[in-house]
């Protein structure tokens, strides 16, 4: 754990942080033009059905399952107690990772 917050200066010694869950998906589109295709991290607060493409906007159902989700992972954040903003994480758990060590 940091011993200040990233972005209000609060001691987080002094005063523990809380946690919360969120998830992230690690995103590469097939629809999108090769050209233009990129792996994308998309941050949800809570596990999601589907997902679309931010790029393309092609829907990508279902998230936990769909080829162009390569990565699923559980973060418990810190969250700052005096600004409430995420200032660390706490730890990971991976739910889905086909990603072969890309994301």
């Known amino acids: 754990m940091a011993a200040e917050c990233q972005y209000c200066g609060a001691d987080l010694e002094g005063s ?4 919360e869950r969120g ?3 690690g ?3 097939h629809r999108c033009p090769p050209d233009e295709r990129r792996s ?3 941050s949800r607060d809570e596990l999601v059905e589907a997902l679309a493409c931010p790029d ?3 829907a990508i159902a279902p998230a936990d399952s769909h080829p162009d989700v390569l ?3 559980e973060m418990t954040y810190e969250v700052c107690p005096a600004c409430g903003e995420r200032c660390g994480v706490a730890g990971v758990r991976k739910l889905r990772d086909v990603s ?3 994301l």
């Open 100 to 102: 072969n060590g890309t």
């Open 71 to 73: 990565v699923v992972k």
């Open 56 to 58: 393309c906007g092609a």
């Open 40 to 42: 994308q991290v998309l």
């Open 27 to 29: 995103v590469e589109c």
């Open 16 to 19: 523990l942080p809380r946690t």
């Open 23 to 25: 998830y992230l998906y």
